[in-house]
Every structure is written in structure tokens, then in C-alpha cells.
């Protein structure tokens, strides 16, 4: 079903960005829009997941650098029955974290260090759970074609300018209609069909992310930390990379906290509520949180820094500083 959604976005998406193309320059531009169309999708089948992360300055951590961590990962994995992806962290005091790949056997997961700072062991659970979930359910390849696709029929309509200003031009077959459209009306219908695609997948990644943790309220816990962090500590690379913001678990970005037609991400508060109702559905029916079973609830603890080659990890010959250590 995952497959058949993203040839049917594929094909909308292609036949918009032509559309475009075809108000712009007629058939000609029309077929220049369909060889950019493919350029992009095979760029951004291949390399998107690298972009994404050289954005924010990830750095790759294994089991060596950072084990905690990268055995909570594994142990997620394993509980959703995925391959084990590339874990990454980056330098950031917003917690947040987002995933990227084109499919679960090429994938990467990263966390920032705000993230693992500020919340428990549990609720980092819960996040990295959701993040999973986004990778078993394709969702990371699909909102690369979508935000890949929303900002070149943007680009596109920025050229409208340009065409609209030649008056020899005649392939444009509506004339200042057709260019008003291409300016205005197609990149807000990229723009729609990119935040409602946005919107649809974290719920259904807040439902699968909780059952792989096995603990829905962990992961409601996490996304009331990380709503208010996100809102009071600022993001600069998430506001240099506007159109990465719905790829994380809470919009990066300020200022947004309507559930409305424009945002990128569902209301928290709808969203927890949705896990709370899931989480008596499990005590209901008498499932309990199966991950990291009998461990103590604990307290956020800091990240430790241990130099410029290894901010969040230590050496062998290191002592343990802290719960990601």
C-alpha cells in the first residue's frame, strides 16, 4: 500500500511540476519540466539522506562512541523487526530528531543533543521509536519527493517572472494567466499537498512508534518536553533549511502551533491525546511496555563532551560520564 501511495504522489506531484512547466513555456517547457522532474527524483533518491544530514552536522556514532544510545537504537530495531540504521548525532540545544534514507535498509536516524540532555532514557525511547516508524513506513522517502518537488515548482514560478516580462514570448499558451498560476495557485497546491502528507504520517508514526517501545505515555511525555523546548530554544540550521522542518518529530521552526491547513506537523496536544487513548487501550487489553523491561525510571543526564573528534561519546580508555556515554 506504502508502494502504491508513493508511485500515485510520484505521478502527481511529476504531472503538477509539468503543468508549470507547460504554463510557462507550452510544450516545450512542459518537456524541460519532465526532465528536471526525473534529474530530481533520482538525485534526491540517492542523496538526500547525506544533504539532510550535512545540513545539520551529524556525526555518525556507533557502539564505541556512544553505547547507550547506539544499543537503545538496536534494541528498537529489533523490536520493529528493521535492519539496523546509521545513528547519528548532532550539535543542537533544541531537542529533536528526525530520519532519513530512501528505504529501511538504507536509512539513518538522528537525535540532537538537547534531545538526549533533556529527557529521560524512556521518553528518548519513545522518539527514536517514532523516528523507526517513519522508516518502516517509507515516510522518509515520500517527504523527500514532496519537499524536493514543492521547492522546484517554487523555483519555477520565481522563472514565471521572467517569461512574463517577454512579450515575444508565444508558447505560453494562457498568456498572464497562465503565469499568475504558475506564480501563485500551483506552488500553494505543493505546498498543501506537502504539509497534509506531513501531518497524516506523524499520527500514524505516534501509533506505530508506541508499539515498538511498548509504552505509549513515553512517548506522550516526550513530545510535551519537546513542543516547549522547541518554541523557547531556537534552531539555526532548521530555520537556514525551512523545507527539512517536517522531517522532524516537532516543527524545528518558530511560531508554529496551529493545527491548521499551513502547519507542518499535527497539534501536540492532539497528538498526545491520541497516545493517551492508545494507552488504555494496551492497559486494557493487558499489554505493558515490553522495552528495556524492569529498568528504573531515571532523570535526564548530560551529554558529555570529550573533545572535537568525539563530542558525544568517550574512548576506550574513558570512564563512563554519563547515560549516553
Known sequence: MNVMRTAMLLAFMTALFMGVGFLIGGKGGM?????????????????????????????????RTAPEFYRMMR?????????????????????????????????????????????????????????????????????????????????????????????????????????????IVAPFAAMLV???????????ADRRGAEICGNPMWLASALAKIAGAAQAI??????RNPATAHMFIINPLSGERMDNLFSTHPN?????????QMASEFRGGGSTGS????RPQRTARSVP???????????????RKGPWS
Open 194 to 204: 506537502q504539509m497534509a502528507i506531513s501531518r497524516t504520517r506523524e499520527y500514524s
Open 75 to 183: 534494541d528498537l530495531s529489533a523490536n520493529a523487526g528493521l535492519p539496523m540504521p546509521k545513528v547519528y548525532i548532532y550539535d543542537n540545544p533544541q531537542p529533536n530528531a528526525f530520519a532519513t534514507g530512501r528505504n529501511p535498509e538504507n536509512s539513518a536516524v538522528a537525535a540532537s543533543t538537547g534531545l538526549l540532555q533533556r529527557l529521560t532514557h524512556e521518553e528518548v525511547a519513545g522518539v527514536m521509536a517514532h523516528e523507526l516508524a517513519h522508516v518502516q513506513n517509507r515516510d522518509t522517502l515520500i517527504m523527500t519527493i514532496t519537499a524536493t518537488f514543492a521547492g522546484a515548482i517554487s523555483m519555477l514560478g520565481n522563472f514565471a517572472f521572467f517569461f512574463s516580462g517577454n512579450r515575444e514570448n508565444n508558447s505560453n499558451p494562457l498568456g498572464f494567466i497562465g503565469v499568475l498560476v504558475a506564480m
Open 234 to 239: 531556537p534552531n539555526q540550521d532548521a530555520e
Open 291 to 294: 522495552f528495556s523491561a524492569g
Open 31 to 63: 518537456m524541460i519540466a519532465l526532465v528536471i522532474a526525473a534529474g530530481m527524483n533520482l538525485f534526491s533518491y540517492w542523496n538526500s539522506d547525506k544533504m539532510v544530514l550535512r545540513a545539520y552536522h551529524a556525526q555518525e556514532v556507533d557502539e
Open 305 to 319: 563532551n570529550s573533545g572535537a573528534n568525539n563530542p558525544w561519546g568517550r574512548g576506550s580508555d574513558e570512564p
Open 268 to 276: 501536540t496536544e492532539n497528538r498526545i491525546a491520541a497516545l493517551q
